[in-house]
């Protein structure tokens, strides 16, 4: 940047689904120093933010709520000032009842350059989730954006509620579940027809996204029946009798499911955003994290006999091997010529996948199986009486070890560790005691592990009466949990995340038939 370019820009998050977050949007939270974000900003939307940003929620500065503007301003002059980029995210459109205009104001006048990053309201967004044309020729020729909490001093007076009861089109009303009652009797007063048809949105685009569906003059019965509560949307207008009776997102396979994703932290945006694109509601729990060995000695020496050409064959049994041990390559400052000669097997499409990253495609990726039987067996015509190093976690599987050892000179070298970080205390396994929690992947034998120790008889109860159901990686892994009595209610048929969450459409399916 130039000292002629913006250093603060006000972003909207869009309505909270992170696949609605505009491209510009996500590039300025991955450059930027400062995150100031609204309360209602999904906390989500915050892992596109540079990890080595200053995130602060601005319901932590101090003041009440309509106090906190000249502290946002304050704490966005100062790291302008000292040539950080920051990133004031807003929920939705920052223009759109999102006090953006207010916030561009004390930026024009404090002489402090910006940029306005647009964003998709929620009215946009609750309309398209449920099906609903905000506008059709027939029905609706205009949309009205309406706040439901005006503030109480506003030159010019209030809504003018006689005009809007007459209003040509939809109705979108901003923060007004707490008003409902005041805002149905002002307008049926003013004319609006009593059996207009209403709805209220909550949570719009996200898996968890409710809604309640009324006349006019029933809303508020149905919204206390439906158990919403704010914030949420109100949509009033004939449009709303054009919906589907479901609609396309509320008929996504994992619509409304909770999951409880318990890889690494460094593993889960995949998982995750292919969970959210099912309709799921992905909860994150790290409960193992990858570091690397105590002693990098033994590696040192084993990549020392590489370079020197000493053995056959490079075996990996995880993408996380192939990851440290290029890592560690490149940290003596050598390079991926020190592979020589050597061939490369990998253990699964995923290992082999990490390894083409860095330009190298293995010469052998068995696809009969991943677990080590079927492995060794591929393998065995291929190694059999030659020099194999074995690159792996130090917990890895013993039956790998063995079986090469049978067929091959075997040297085996520990890559990374695999460190038990669970917090039993945490707000995921609460979701889980509370039955809230529809599947619970198993990507790892290690993960199964740690997992099942953190359990109480609550949790497994639920799973024994299928409320909370697991899903295994692989028949490995689905072994370690049914050694312990616990039931497995489905193994992925292509060990992989994507097999796993194959096998989660699968049960959620058979359960709803």
Known sequence: MTTADPHVFLVGAGPGDPGLL???????????????????????????????AECLCVRDLPGQTADRTPYTLQRMAAAAAAGKIVVRLK????????????????????????????????????AAFLDIPLTHRHQASAVALITGHELPARPGGKLDWEALARFPGTLAIYMGIARLPLIV??????????????????????????????????????????????????????????????????????????VLVTRPRDQVEGMVRKLERLGA???????????????????????????????DWLVFSSAHGVHGFVKRLEALGRDLRDFG???????????????????????????????????VAALAPHVRGQRLLLARA????????????????????????????????????????????????????????SLLAAMDATILGRIERGETQLIAISPETAAVAEGQGVRVAG???????????????????????
């Open 185 to 258: 009797a002002e307008l049926v007063k003013y004319g609006k027809d009593p059996d207009t048809p209403s709805a209220i949105v909550e949570r719009a685009s996200m898996g968890n996204m409710r809604t309640t569906f009324a006349p006019l003059h029933n809303l508020e019965r149905a919204r206390r029946q439906a158990g919403l509560e704010s914030p949420g949307l109100i949509l009033i207008g004939p449009v709303i009798d054009l919906r589907a009776a479901s609609s396309w997102f509320e008929q996504k396979p994992l619509f409304g499911r909770r």
């Open 491 to 513: 193994t992925a048929t292509t060990h992989t995340t994507e097999g796993m969450i194959e096998e989660m459409v699968r049960v959620a399916r058979a359960k709803t038939t």
């Open 22 to 52: 505009t491209l510009r949007a996500a590039e300025l939270l991955a450059a930027a120093d400062v995150v100031l974000y609204d309360q209602l900003v999904p906390k989500r939307i915050l892992d596109f933010a540079n990890p080595a």
């Open 394 to 449: 130090e917990q890895g599987r013993e039956q790998l070890r063995t079986g090469l050892a049978e067929i091959a000179r075997v040297e085996q070298v520990t890559v990374y560790t695999q460190v038990n970080v669970l917090d039993p205390a945490s707000a995921p396994m609460d979701a889980l005691r509370r039955g809230e929690v529809s599947f619970v992947p198993l990507s790892s034998a290690n993960i199964a592990r």
């Open 341 to 375: 000669t050597v061939r490369i097997a990998t253990i699964g499409p995923k290992t082999a996948e990490a390894l083409r990253e860095y330009r190298i495609t293995p010469d052998l990726v068995p696809e009969t199986s991943v677990r080590s039987e079927g492995f």
């Open 91 to 126: 929920g939705g459109d920052p223009f759109v009842f999102g006090r953006g205009g207010e916030e561009a104001e004390a930026l024009r006048l404090a002489g402090i350059p910006y940029e306005v990053v647009p964003g998709v309201t929620a009215a946009l967004a609750a």
């Open 281 to 311: 509601v992905p909860l994150v729990l790290p409960t193992i994290e990858i570091r690397p060995p105590d002693d990098f000695g033994p590696l040192d020496a084993a990549l020392y006999k590489l370079r020197e050409g000493l053995y």
